[in-house]
């Protein structure tokens, strides 16, 4: 079965936006999008070291990921807005990284498989590491629910109930890192941030409690993968856009639907 | 033995110092209020005393295994996260339904527990900070300046909740207020706050204080006229309370 290369692609996409879905979830309530993108695009810049030190670009965009989520960490505990700070940071690496991939001697790459993903290549290797680096993102979080939602409603109450809210949002942190690795082989760097807060935003519309929230969003990921995949091969066209195209119209119908029971009520 | 005692708290944000030499100590069952004008370090005394931040010297000591029961001057809610007050109470610890009712009912808002957070009013917003903060059986309640946003009949309301919730648990209560009028009368103690303790004792001691006088004699007339018919302070905005304290 996992020689059909669409089998192969469906169960990147799926394991991808479960992660995501969940993780975004987290992304969204504590505004952290500026966040996602910054470590996103720094991902180019880890292709760009994989491919020069000949190593696996799972890893090399782990590592930058990682190092770029804990630099905007340490920032964002200096108290002083970091906005500004995030935009340089994310722009500056993504065009360090789209330079160092042109300068890499002896190959030409292909720099749209790194920038819009290429799903449609993963090996059974990318889908052990995508369903490994997941399940690690889903497991952690379900560990740590209560405390994350806790910091995440406010730090002092977190501190009240003997919760470090800074570790919280360290861990946040290292999963973000995670799913961009993860991810940015199935949606590119530059849609990761679409693929977390998307399918979450559509999600809220319909959701009354953080739980269902994080179910309805993983759900959505999930339906926008398969759908997104199912699309691009019929339409011909690339198929990590497509997901996103998807899930942008799921929260488009979830909004609509939102307010048409809005008026209704 | 104490529930918290602080020793010679000094806390500040690069050159501007916040707390100086700020050193008190809570006793089991007793009603504290923290005055002081704004920006005088009440907040951040009691962010300091749950340990949400460090001191820079000085030293907090908590009763071993001391349940803090704490209310937040104000808690926003992102909008893009639903949640019920029933799901809210049951953070970071599930209490079950029937406490997390209990708990709502203590503090005067029964029958809100399945409504989404955002669509309380004021009131009972910190009404259910309320009952989310006594769910843990607190030793000591803390609250920073709970009332903010109530008109005065709801604060009033507010602060006999409060009262009734102690009288209840046994606890001891800690709370920072500019609502003088109010809470002095309830306190046990009170603290004037001004970057250093200007001034401490029964309501009556601290309200015939000098320095207390000087803080709060101008600008809140109002307020203080219901506690002390007495207008006839200078406007006199230079700060020399440490003098004053003595």
């Given at each position: 079965?996992?020689?059909?290369?669409?089998?192969?692609a469906?169960?990147?996409g799926?394991?991808t936006?479960i992660a995501?879905?969940l993780l975004g979830c987290?992304?969204?309530?504590?505004r952290?999008?500026y966040?996602?993108?910054?470590t996103a695009?720094?991902?180019?810049?880890g292709?760009?070291i994989?491919?020069?030190?000949?190593?696996?670009?799972?890893?090399g965009v782990?590592v930058?990921a990682?190092?770029?989520?804990?630099?905007?960490?340490?920032?964002?505990?200096?108290?002083?807005?970091?906005?500004t700070?995030?935009?340089?940071?994310?722009h500056?690496?993504l065009?360090?990284?789209?330079v160092?991939?042109?300068?890499i001697?002896?190959q030409?790459i292909?720099?749209d498989?790194?920038?819009?993903?290429d799903v449609l290549?993963?090996?059974?290797?990318?889908?052990?590491?995508?369903?490994g680096?997941?399940?690690?993102?889903?497991a952690?979080?379900?560990?740590?629910?209560?405390?994350?939602?806790?910091?995440?409603l406010n730090?002092?109450?977190?501190?009240?109930?003997g919760?470090?809210p800074?570790?919280e949002?360290l861990v946040?942190?290292l999963l973000l890192?995670?799913v961009?690795a993860?991810?940015?082989?199935?949606?590119?760097?530059?849609l990761?941030?679409a693929l977390l807060?998307i399918?979450a935003?559509a999600?809220r519309n319909?959701a009354?409690?953080p739980?269902?929230?994080?179910?309805l969003?993983m759900g959505?990921?999930?339906?926008s993968?398969?759908?997104?995949?199912r699309?691009a091969?019929?339409?011909?066209?690339?198929?990590?856009p497509?997901?996103?195209?998807v899930?942008a119209l799921i929260?488009?119908l979830?909004?609509?639907?939102?307010?048409l029971?809005?008026i209704g009520? | 033995m104490?529930l918290i005692?602080?020793?010679?708290?000094?806390?500040?944000h690069?050159s501007q110092?916040?707390?100086?030499?700020v050193?008190?100590?809570?006793e089991?069952g007793?009603i504290?209020t923290?005055?002081?004008?704004?920006?005088?370090?009440k907040s951040?005394?009691?962010?300091?005393?749950i340990g949400?931040?460090k001191p820079?010297k000085?030293?907090?000591?908590?009763?071993e295994g001391l349940?803090?029961?704490?209310v937040p001057?104000k808690l926003?809610?992102?909008p893009?996260l639903?949640i019920?007050?029933?799901r809210?109470?049951?953070?970071p610890v599930a209490?079950?339904?029937n406490a997390a009712l209990d708990a709502?009912?203590t503090?005067?808002v029964?029958?809100?527990?399945?409504?989404?957070?955002s669509?309380?009013s004021?009131?009972?917003?910190?009404?259910?900070?309320?009952a989310?903060?006594i769910?843990?059986?607190?030793q000591?309640?803390?609250?920073?300046?709970?009332?903010?946003?109530?008109?005065?009949?709801?604060?009033?309301?507010?602060?006999?909740q409060i009262?009734a919730v102690r009288?209840?648990?046994?606890?001891a209560?800690l709370?920072?207020?500019h609502e003088?009028?109010?809470v002095m009368?309830?306190?046990?103690?009170?603290i004037c706050?001004?970057?250093?303790i200007?001034?401490?004792?029964?309501?009556?001691?601290?309200?015939a204080a000098p320095a207390?006088?000087?803080l709060?004699?101008t600008?809140?007339?109002?307020a203080l006229a219901l506690y002390?018919h007495d207008?006839?302070?200078?406007?006199d905005?230079?700060h020399?309370h440490?003098?004053?304290?003595?």
């Amino acid at each position: 079965m996992l020689d059909d290369f669409l089998v192969r692609a469906a169960l990147a996409g799926i394991g991808t936006a479960i992660a995501a879905g969940l993780l975004g979830c987290f992304v969204v309530w504590r505004r952290m999008a500026y966040f996602g993108d910054a470590t996103a695009h720094a991902a180019v810049l880890g292709v760009a070291i994989a491919l020069l030190f000949g190593t696996s670009i799972t890893l090399g965009v782990g590592v930058v990921a990682l190092a770029m989520a804990m630099l905007i960490h340490g920032l964002s505990g200096q108290g002083a807005s970091v906005d500004t700070m995030l935009g340089v940071l994310a722009h500056g690496a993504l065009a360090l990284g789209l330079v160092a991939v042109t300068l890499i001697p002896g190959q030409r790459i292909d720099l749209d498989a790194y920038l819009f993903g290429d799903v449609l290549s993963v090996t059974r290797m990318d889908i052990a590491v995508i369903w490994g680096g997941g399940a690690l993102v889903v497991a952690t979080l379900w560990w740590h629910w209560s405390a994350m939602l806790t910091a995440t409603l406010n730090p002092d109450l977190a501190y009240a109930a003997g919760i470090n809210p800074r570790r919280e949002q360290l861990v946040l942190t290292l999963l973000l890192a995670a799913v961009v690795a993860v991810a940015i082989k199935v949606v590119g760097a530059l849609l990761i941030t679409a693929l977390l807060i998307i399918p979450a935003a559509a999600a809220r519309n319909y959701a009354s409690t953080p739980e269902r929230m994080a179910f309805l969003s993983m759900g959505i990921g999930a339906l926008s993968a398969i759908a997104g995949l199912r699309l691009a091969v019929i339409f011909d066209t690339s198929v990590g856009p497509m997901i996103i195209c998807v899930a942008a119209l799921i929260f488009a119908l979830s909004a609509v639907g939102r307010g048409l029971r809005g008026i209704g009520t | 033995m104490s529930l918290i005692e602080a020793h010679h708290l000094e806390f500040g944000h690069g050159s501007q110092r916040v707390l100086q030499g700020v050193s008190l100590a809570l006793e089991p069952g007793e009603i504290v209020t923290i005055v002081g004008p704004n920006g005088s370090g009440k907040s951040t005394l009691l962010r300091v005393l749950i340990g949400a931040l460090k001191p820079q010297k000085g030293s907090v000591t908590r009763q071993e295994g001391l349940r803090i029961g704490y209310v937040p001057q104000k808690l926003h809610i992102d909008p893009t996260l639903p949640i019920t007050v029933e799901r809210f109470l049951n953070l970071p610890v599930a209490v079950g339904k029937n406490a997390a009712l209990d708990a709502l009912k203590t503090a005067g808002v029964a029958g809100v527990s399945s409504q989404q957070m955002s669509q309380l009013s004021g009131g009972q917003f910190q009404r259910v900070l309320l009952a989310r903060a006594i769910l843990g059986k607190p030793q000591v309640l803390m609250l920073d300046e709970p009332t903010q946003g109530l008109d005065q009949p709801g604060s009033a309301a507010f602060y006999r909740q409060i009262d009734a919730v102690r009288r209840d648990l046994g606890c001891a209560v800690l709370m920072v207020s500019h609502e003088l009028h109010v809470v002095m009368s309830a306190s046990d103690r009170v603290i004037c706050l001004n970057g250093h303790i200007c001034c401490e004792g029964t309501p009556e001691v601290v309200s015939a204080a000098p320095a207390y006088r000087e803080l709060f004699g101008t600008g809140t007339g109002g307020a203080l006229a219901l506690y002390r018919h007495d207008h006839d302070h200078g406007h006199d905005h230079d700060h020399h309370h440490n003098e004053a304290a003595e």
